[in-house]
């Protein structure tokens, strides 16, 4: 059994108007040592996988036909044993 630990965020050339919108939040708290905040998001899923290689394989084909808009959005996957 392996962990698939996956991050998403929007690649640096894509508005985050969500990332924005808590940035002004905490410099209307007075954080204003945050210079720049971008929201993405985290996804586990666990998968019954002979061999590491092949989860990661699989990990990664379902990041890239349905987790991940690769348009706008970038990806980081871990692939641990559990």
Same mark, same amino acid.
């Given at each position: ?10 690649? !640096?050339?894509?508005? #985050?108007?969500?990332? +924005?919108?808590?940035?002004?939040? /905490? ?5 204003? @040592? =945050? ?8 996804? !586990?899923?666990?998968? #019954?996988?002979?061999? +590491?290689?092949?989860?990661?394989? /699989? ?5 890239? @036909? =349905? ?16």
């Amino acid at each position: 059994m392996f962990v698939a630990k996956i991050n998403v965020t929007l690649k !640096e050339s894509v508005l #985050d108007p969500q990332g +924005q919108t808590v940035l002004r939040t /905490l410099h209307d708290q007075g954080k204003n @040592s =945050v210079a720049d905040l971008r929201v993405g998001k985290y996804i !586990e899923m666990k998968i #019954d996988a002979k061999s +590491q290689p092949e989860a990661e394989a /699989l990990a990664k084909e379902i990041c890239e @036909s =349905v987790l991940v808009n690769q348009v706008i959005e970038t990806y980081r996957l871990v692939v641990e044993k559990v």
